[in-house]
């Protein structure tokens, strides 16, 4: 079956410690994106990408780097520098880069800094 | 002012009831408009797109105002399985990657 896969679905990580998220998909689809999601708030984009080695920023996407060396995968790592990085992290993809609607959207990471 | 704003509820009824919720957003160029439901802990998922005649999806009826800038999700019947955050989500650019998202309205349907 076809979708996205996120892992791993916890996390948990000491205050100045790296962290990577994997996300794969196999739905051929060009473009993807990482969004993360806090209590209160809607979910905020964080960087996408909309074909292979090629990404760009999102609204807030200090404090985290991400690649796109393969169609399939694009990861996200959390650095140091990220404030405050205890969220509900979604990566989603869309067929097309210039799709307008539908996201679709792995099960999600939830990443708590101790 | 939020760019899409939302109720956060909870919204609490009855089996059988009949429910509505609003979304204002503030950018009048937005151009789509959508309805994801999310289920708790879970992943969004689209539940309709929202046209500017209206449309409908069995129990599911959503409406766009473009004048008054808001989006409206009516659903009746409530069935349980219909609790969950639903998320009033707006394109302002004609890209997934200018998609606006607002907080959701909780609702919670009860025997």
């Known amino acids: 079956d076809g979708g996205i896969t996120q892992s791993p679905k916890y996390l948990f990580r000491k205050e100045g410690q790296n962290v990577t998220l994997s996300c794969e998909q196999n739905?051929?689809?060009?473009?993807m994106y990482w969004y993360r999601q806090d209590p209160g708030q809607g979910l905020r984009l964080i960087y996408y990408?909309?074909?292979?080695?090629?990404?760009q920023k999102g609204d807030i996407a200090e404090g985290y780097s991400v690649s796109r060396e393969k169609k399939e995968s694009f990861p996200l790592t959390v650095t140091s520098a990220q404030k405050n990085p205890t969220a509900f992290y979604l990566c989603?993809?869309?067929?097309?880069?210039?799709?307008?609607?539908?996201?679709?959207f792995g099960e999600g990471s939830r990443l708590t800094v101790l | 002012r939020k760019e899409v704003e939302q109720d956060p509820g909870p919204f609490n009824v009855p089996e059988g009831a009949t429910v509505a919720f609003n979304c204002t957003y503030s950018?009048?160029?937005?151009?789509?408009f959508f309805w994801y439901r999310q289920d708790c802990r879970k992943e969004p998922k689209l539940l309709m797109s929202?046209?500017?005649s209206g449309n409908e999806d069995g129990r599911f009826t959503a409406q766009l105002n473009r004048a008054s800038q808001y989006i409206s999700l009516l659903i009746r019947d409530s069935k349980l399985s219909d609790s969950a955050t639903y998320l009033c989500?707006?394109?302002?650019?004609?890209?997934?990657?200018?998609?606006?998202f607002g907080t959701g309205t909780r609702l919670q349907v009860t025997l």
């Open positions: 989603a993809s869309t067929p097309r880069a210039g799709s307008k609607g539908e996201l679709f």
């Open positions: 739905l051929n689809h060009d473009a």
């Open positions: 990408s909309q074909i292979v080695n090629d990404f």
């Open positions: 950018n009048s160029a937005s151009q789509s």
């Open positions: 929202v046209y500017s």
């Open positions: 989500v707006v394109n302002s650019a004609g890209t997934a990657s200018k998609l606006t």
